[in-house]
Structures are given as structure tokens and as C-alpha cells.
């Protein structure tokens, strides 16, 4: 299984922006996928997932504001970042879990700043 993300770059407070995650083969094998986020010196924490025969699950702080899809015919899960705020600000990281087992990809920074 290989994970690319991609789309993280710099964003003034207020701001939006997208991110894609591109992974190999077909994503509807993995029973979840989705994003997580280590700022500097935090561990690393929950973004938003997307687990099959569930539904979405968001962390509290970017709940009404970042919002997670998959789109199955690229077979990349996307995460849409809206009203960003410099606590954003970290590594996000793409995640799939197949077979009980977790998969990462290499990380894409973005940045909140004025």
C-alpha cells in the first residue's frame, strides 16, 4: 500500500485550502482512511477518518470547518480545510488501515500565518 499526499503549502489565518491523498489501487479495500496531524512538539492526533459501513469521524477542533471525501474513481480521500487557524498549523498525514494493519504517507506541511 502506498499513501501520497499532496496540496499543503502556506495559508493566512481565515484561509482555506485542499488536500489529496493518492493511494495505490482501489481505496474501497481500505476499512479506514483519512488524515491525522503532528504540530511541533505534540504528538501526533486524529484529523478526520472515514471508515467503511460507518460514516466520518472529526476531530472537535475542526469540526464545521474541515471536511473529508473520497473520491473513489481516482482513488484519492481528500480533505477540504476551510476558516483555517495558525493551531492547524502541523505535518498532516494520510492514513489507511488494511488488513488490521496501518499505512502512512510521507506527510505534507501546512502552514497558518499572516
Known amino acids: 500500500v502506498q499513501l501520497q499526499a499532496s496540496g499543503g503549502g502556506l495559508v493566512q489565518p481565515g484561509g482555506s485550502l485542499r488536500l489529496s491523498c493518492a493511494a495505490s489501487?482501489?481505496?474501497?479495500?481500505?476499512?479506514?482512511i483519512g488524515w491525522y496531524r503532528q504540530a511541533p512538539g505534540k504528538q501526533r492526533e486524529l484529523v478526520a477518518t472515514i471508515t467503511r459501513g460507518i460514516g466520518t469521524d472529526y476531530a472537535d477542533s475542526v469540526k464545521g470547518r474541515f471536511t473529508i471525501s473520497t473520491d473513489k474513481a481516482n482513488n484519492t480521500v481528500n480533505l477540504q480545510m476551510s476558516n483555517m487557524k495558525p493551531e492547524d498549523t502541523a505535518v498532516y498525514y494520510c492514513?489507511?488501515?488494511?488488513?488490521?494493519?496501518?499505512?502512512w504517507g510521507q506527510g505534507t506541511l501546512v502552514t497558518v500565518s499572516s
Open positions: 489501487g482501489t481505496i474501497s479495500r481500505f476499512k479506514t
Open positions: 492514513n489507511a488501515i488494511f488488513d488490521r494493519v496501518p499505512y
